[in-house]
């Protein structure tokens, strides 16, 4: 049971990620049978691509409950994370805040497993994305980049490679043209070009990449 909401969970956050006026922890929903969990995850999963993020906090906030209440540290950590990612879209950026510390401060205290450090991978990749979006544009770079080396020491090629395109919007903002341009280079596999570009050519060299079939991993 664990492994099959853990699998949905993860599936969820590759998928978004690409994610205080109601509480994180909320005091209902506490979950009375072994299949309960797996539907809040199956619904939060569902609200959120029909973009009814309202609905989908309140879910993943029970989610979150239920899965506390079983113990169960990693699920925990990995619905409020998606609780993080949705209360982004609606602009609730302390609780999302609330929410990523909460989850991250819980996987410090796990074992260092290949399961908790894609789930810390994921973390931090939605944690990247509330602080570019809230203006922390070199935090959130720091961030990614940590993300990256937790990816790539698990030998996860396709979450590497959607972790630098995330890295090229960051250096972006921050005026990096030539090195946003290096990274795309590098992340599609192109021979060495003359990266002293401008705004508008890292954003046609970023089309390219959309046009290579990776448009899925694109999230501005």
């Not at 169960?72 to 609780?95: I, V």
């Not at 250096?171 to 090195?179: A, E, F, N």
């Not at 992340?187 to 089309?207: A, G, M, P, R």
């Amino acid at each position: 049971m664990r492994s099959l909401i853990l699998a949905v969970l993860l599936f969820f956050l590759s998928v978004g990620g690409v994610l205080v006026t109601t509480q994180v922890w909320a005091s209902t929903a506490i979950v009375q049978t072994q299949q309960e969990p797996l539907q809040l995850v199956e619904q939060g999963k569902s609200l959120y691509q029909n973009r009814q993020f309202e609905s989908d906090l309140r879910v993943w906030s029970q989610a979150a409950t239920a899965l506390a209440a079983r113990e169960d540290k990693l699920n925990q950590a990995m619905a409020l994370s998606n609780l993080a990612l949705t209360a982004q879209q609606l602009g609730r950026w302390e609780q999302a805040k609330k929410a990523i510390a909460t989850s991250l401060n819980i996987l410090q205290t796990q074992p260092k497993t290949p399961e908790r450090s894609q789930i810390l991978g994921s973390t931090l990749d939605i944690q990247g994305q509330l602080q570019l979006a809230v203006g922390e544009s070199e935090t959130a770079l720091a961030t990614w980049q940590q993300a990256a080396e937790i990816y790539q020491n698990l030998g996860n090629q396709n979450a590497v490679t959607k972790n630098q395109i995330n890295q090229t919007q960051a250096m972006q903002d921050l005026g990096l043209y030539p090195m946003a341009c290096k990274t795309l280079l590098k992340t599609l596999e192109l021979d060495h070009q003359n990266c002293q570009i401008t705004k508008e050519e890292l954003q046609t060299l970023k089309k390219r990449f959309v046009n290579k079939g990776n448009s899925s991993m694109l999230k501005n």
